[in-house]
């Protein structure tokens, strides 16, 4: 048998140098073989560093996956849909993606464990509040960076927008939301979730022309994912509460 190549040092490959010379030297791999193994190692390594810091920099309030994902308890929702919308075509494509429903209907959720399944195969991905996003625009329209922060929420290649249609909001960040949606159209792909139906957006975005305008860019070509009325938190509570013993 030939001897077993020394293992280079490497801090990123915490340990997997050991376990592959054993595996090289038990099944006589040549030093070629062996080299490549090693490489292998550290590419799949660094990929899954890498996607730990575009998790670590999304901004996701939760660690939210389609696998803890309870579909049984979302008879509206088409599994298979959402689980062909994590293969990301739909990034690759710039298209929109709208999820519709009431709260604790699963909304955020999806659009947490969407972003992350971007984020996991190498999309750039930004989570954000709506009234979060409004809020920088504002000040950076006072700062007079408004061009600078357009151009960065701009770049990214997933832009989830969350709680769209809790609040409303003033013609001024309505406007500049519109913008960051301008920029973006055809460009790159924004997802949202809302816990308003379309016809509803004029409680958020109070001017109907504005209203209509920025409804076409959240739609145009994209999917439109309903996630019904029925609160998954609520029936969740009351079935807790109603296995809990009577107490005189």
């Not at 062996?34 to 660690?63: I, K, Q, T, Y």
């Not at 159209?185 to 004029?202: D, L, P, Q, Y």
Request: aromatic share 6%; charged share 30%; proline share 4%.
């Amino acid at each position: 048998m030939r001897s077993t190549p020394a293992t280079p040092r490497s801090p990123r490959r915490r340990g997997g140098g050991p376990r592959l010379a054993a595996t090289a030297e038990r099944e006589q791999m040549s030093y070629l073989g062996f080299l490549a193994e090693l490489l292998l190692a550290e590419c799949d390594d660094r990929a899954r560093r890498r996607s730990e810091r575009r998790s670590n920099a999304d901004g996701f309030p939760r660690d939210k996956s389609l696998r803890k994902f309870d579909f049984d308890a979302s008879p509206n929702l088409d599994a298979a849909m959402i689980h062909t919308l994590a293969k990301c075509e739909w990034i690759k494509k710039s298209l929109p993606l709208c999820l519709i429903g009431d709260s604790g209907t699963g909304k955020s959720h999806l659009l947490i464990a969407l972003g992350t399944e971007a984020a996991m195969a190498g999309y750039r991905v930004k989570y954000v509040p709506v009234t979060k996003l409004v809020n920088e625009l504002v000040e950076a329209a006072d700062e007079k960076q408004l061009t600078k922060t357009i151009a960065r929420y701009g770049r990214v290649d997933l832009l989830c927008i969350d709680e769209l249609g809790y609040m409303e909001l003033d013609r001024r960040g309505a406007e500049l939301l519109f913008q960051v949606l301008t920029e973006r159209e055809e460009k790159n792909s924004v997802a949202i979730a809302s816990n308003e139906s379309f016809s509803g957006w004029t409680k958020t975005f109070t001017d109907s022309r504005l209203c209509a305008a920025i409804v076409d860019r959240l739609i145009f070509g994209g999917n439109i994912i309903e996630t019904g009325t029925d609160s998954y938190r609520l029936a969740t509570t009351r079935a807790r509460a109603e296995q809990q013993p009577a107490t005189s």
